[in-house]
């Protein structure tokens, strides 16, 4: 099972990356909740991920929107960014059993 650490002590890291990669896609607020003396090197890497601190605070500010709900708790959702670029992610939601 992938999800060792799911439960009272958290998500797995892979699970963090997707929340904060879902946060960022939907331009909210980017806040920390956690005991910065205690984090480990992985969430703090998360955290400072510069490509995605760079979609959540792009200029330009648009809304993401779904590009296609495959199914089975999958989807893609997309970015219109500044400079005619475009930011897609493809999540998948729910845990392995």
């Not at 002590?9 to 904060?20: A, E, K, P, S």
């Not at 003396?37 to 779904?66: H, V, W």
Request: net charge positive; proline share 2%.
């Amino acid at each position: 099972m992938e999800a060792e650490n799911v439960g009272l002590n958290g998500c797995t890291d892979q699970q963090y990356l997707q929340h904060f990669a879902m946060w960022s896609f939907l331009g909210s607020p980017l806040i920390m909740g956690a005991d910065l003396r205690k984090i480990d090197k992985t969430n703090k890497d998360i955290l400072l991920n510069k490509g995605l601190i760079a979609i959540n605070q792009d200029e330009e500010y648009r809304p993401a929107f779904l590009v296609d709900n495959m199914g089975d708790k999958r989807y893609i959702l997309a970015k219109l960014l500044s400079g005619n670029r475009i930011a897609l992610a493809f999540f998948k939601s729910g845990i392995r059993k």
